[in-house]
């Protein structure tokens, strides 16, 4: 059965416009609500990012809930992973995070989590659904009787609780004392988090984008604009520069010349550290979209490389198949199972900084044993939805295997429909970026042709 709601962030849509309005938001909680309490819950834990409207849907979200007998527990602006965190160490049933990451103030979206940090089972999945169709299409909202009503409850302490478990991740042994860093919160969730983490930690901390006024989250700031950061890292002469996105699950890096290092890099760094620790516990995963020259770095050094659909919720369930631990994309999202359940920019961070102090390197240093290949990528829009009918046909594949026979084995070729827009996404990467611009545009040419 298709998911209607529930997608691999959690029901997401513009602020005003179906589905994420308030009404559907607080049926959407008593659904959840209903559902996750005829197996035991007693207890959601709901945080949120800097939106304006996140406070609109977190007093909808607890109406439901409380209408459904579930008891809330309010935890205010905090990153993704510290929620599905903050919902072990306070011994609740499960989280909610109102936040549409790295997406424009305007949108917002709801995420749940287990009392594991990890989604929702499907069967849980398709009954809060079919409850929620009831509610919207016939009004079928019930509420439990008032003395059953859930109740509600403010910590106060949450932050400082999280800080202390970053904290955690470094090396006692280790000080980030005469390291400058330059940190981009996005305006986000992790505004009054992570600066605290790295100056706490002895590191002379530059805080840019920390000043939230409910619509300059992720405004040309943050992992997805790094523009800001490079200016920053060189006007203070920084050693390097951390970016996060709206909800701190995204980690971005600048080095000290002001050069983007990005997620594929981050993993390169994570798994080279492993290695030389002797703690590299089987191999990486990366996606379809990860530059090739990851996927030759690790070889290099022996350790095996598969690549997952694009989306942080396929590289965790590639992870939890082969037993590994380390896996992400290139956007940043970065996941360490050792160290938390879904993706953590902060946690991330951490690791990275690890690594250069034991190797004394700087980021430059030490990433300059992964190349990365050119990559261009060109969408060719439909007319019609019609991408997996072009992908199969005759020409196309032939001009695939054209371009193949040309890359040999210095590159290689993606196709992919969009999964939002009547798009067909066409990748070529190899070490020569005029050879991957003329086969990617050969390609889409022989796509062009059939429209």
């Known amino acids: 059965m298709p998911r209607k709601y529930f997608g691999t962030d959690g029901v997401r849509g513009k602020v005003g416009t179906f589905p ?14 209903s559902v996750l309490a005829s197996s035991g819950t007693k207890e959601i834990l709901i945080g949120k990012d800097t939106r304006n409207s996140g406070y ?5 979200i607890e109406a439901g809930l409380s209408a459904a007998g579930v008891n809330v527990a309010f935890v205010g602006p905090m990153p993704t992973p510290a929620v599905a965190y903050l919902a072990s160490t306070f011994r609740a049933d499960a989280g909610v995070v109102i936040s549409a990451s790295h997406n424009p103030f305007y949108d917002n979206g709801i995420k749940f989590f287990n009392n594991f940090g990890t989604k929702l089972n499907d069967a849980q999945e398709l009954e809060i659904e079919a409850l929620l169709e009831q509610a919207l299409n016939n009004n079928a909202m019930q509420c439990v009787s008032s003395e059953r009503l859930g109740k509600a409850r403010r910590i106060n302490d949450a932050a400082g609780r999280y800080i202390e478990f970053c904290k955690g991740i470094f090396a006692k042994d280790l000080t980030l004392e005469g390291l400058k860093i330059v940190v981009d919160s996005a305006n986000g969730a992790a505004y ?13 901390v530059i805080s840019i984008n920390d000043k939230p006024n409910g619509l300059n989250i992720n405004e040309r700031c943050g992992a997805t604009h790094l523009e800001s950061l490079q200016a920053a890292v060189i006007e203070h002469k920084a050693d390097l520069g951390i970016a996060l996105d709206g909800d701190a699950d995204r980690l971005m890096l600048v080095d000290d010349s002001g050069t983007v290092i990005d997620g594929d890099q981050i993993l390169y760094i994570l798994a080279k550290a492993a290695k030389l620790q002797n703690k590299m516990e089987g191999g990486v995963v ?5 530059n090739l020259g990851l996927e030759l770095a690790l070889k290099e050094m022996d ?28 956007s940043g999202h970065i996941l360490h199972l050792d160290y938390a359940t879904t993706g953590d920019g902060i946690v991330a961070s951490l690791l990275v900084l690890t690594a250069l102090i034991q190797q004394k390197q700087s980021l430059k240093e030490y990433v300059a044993g992964m190349e990365k290949l050119p990559q261009v990528l060109l969408n060719v829009r439909l007319s019609q939805n019609n991408a997996d009918e072009i992908l199969n046909t005759s020409s196309v594949k032939q001009a695939v295997s054209e371009a193949e026979i040309v890359l040999s084995d210095s590159g290689r070729v993606l196709l992919r429909k969009s999964g939002t827009e009547p798009l067909i996404r066409v990748m070529v990467e190899s070490t020569n ?15 062009k042709a059939l429209l």
């Open 192 to 204: 009054h988090i992570a600066p605290n983490v790295y100056s706490e930690l002895g590191a002379d």
């Open 303 to 330: 350790i095996p490389f598969k690549r997952a659909k694009v989306g942080d919720r396929y590289v965790v369930e590639q992870l939890k198949s082969t037993g590994w631990k380390l896996g992400g994309e290139g």
């Open 286 to 290: 990366g996606t379809l979209m990860s």
């Open 20 to 33: 994420i309005t308030p009404d559907f938001a607080m049926k959407l909680g008593w659904a959840a609500g």
């Open 56 to 60: 609109m849907f977190e007093s909808a």
């Open 433 to 447: 970026s005029v050879v991957s611009q003329q086969q990617a545009e050969h390609i889409a040419e022989a796509i």
